[in-house]
């Protein structure tokens, strides 16, 4: 079945460049011309993925992306004109799952977003599939659910989180440095920055703290990182 993406865009130069793109390789597109379309459309009838833009008038990506994971995980993947750092790590700590600076590549665009896709409905590519439960402590994965939970309490996880976690949990004694992470829960064909993988464990961090788990995943400092205890 043929996945489908929102892409909200102010620019409708860009929405098209990316839907040609999309459609090219097989994919259903709608279109948004702002924030707040983008977030009405996506109530109404939601899609596998959205391309946020950040910078939108009505509502901006971010904003929008806030609004989203009150109800919804879909995979989110920003748009921005400027390649700012507080702008990809505030993205990305939000809930963001990847992050584009324009001028882009449509080719490298639908790569990316092939790679998201293939994390919310796949174990990532190093992993042999699993059909049970992975236990660690109090921390429990259903890899063929998609979930996650400490001390019975479930916790949401965007697709990349829930790969980077899903890695560190088939391998607990394993310090993982910041390129494994890399090449594992992105597949391999997308290189992000060390920032951006620091966001990612931070977040994954935040979500167990409000469970009660303080301490998931542990630094390594001049390494990487590990599973903790989860007791």
């Keep these: ?13 860009i929405r098209d460049v990316i839907s040609f793109a999309l459609e090219k390789a097989n994919m259903q597109v709608t279109q948004a011309e702002d924030g707040r379309q983008a977030l009405e459309l996506f109530r109404t009838h939601p899609t596998d993925l959205i391309v946020l833009d950040i910078n939108m008038p009505e509502l901006d990506g971010l904003e929008v992306c806030r609004e989203i994971r009150k109800f919804s995980e879909a995979p989110i993947l920003f ?9 990809r790590i505030l993205g990305l700590e939000i809930g963001g799952d ?21 994390r919310t409905q796949a174990l990532p590519r190093a992993a042999e599939p699993a059909a049970g439960e992975l236990r660690h402590g109090r921390l429990s994965i259903q890899p063929e659910q998609h979930s ?33 992470i890399m090449n594992s829960a ?46």
């Design 1 to 13: 079945m043929n996945k489908h993406i929102l892409i909200a865009d102010d620019d409708p130069h």
């Design 186 to 231: 992105y597949d391999g064909n997308v290189y992000v920055s060390d920032r951006t993988i620091d966001s990612h464990i931070r977040h994954i961090r935040q979500k167990f703290a409000e469970t009660g788990c303080d301490n998931v995943i542990e630094t390594v400092h001049g390494v990487g990182y590990k599973l903790a205890s989860c007791q």
């Design 98 to 118: 990847d992050y584009v600076t324009k001028p882009f590549s449509p080719r490298e665009l639908v790569a990316r977003i092939n790679v998201i896709l293939k």
């Design 79 to 87: 748009l921005s004109s400027r390649d700012d750092e507080i702008d």
């Design 148 to 180: 996650a939970s400490w001390n019975a309490q479930a916790i949401s996880l965007t697709a990349t989180e829930f790969a980077m976690l899903q890695m560190f949990v088939r391998q607990p004694a394993r310090v993982f440095s910041r390129d494994s």
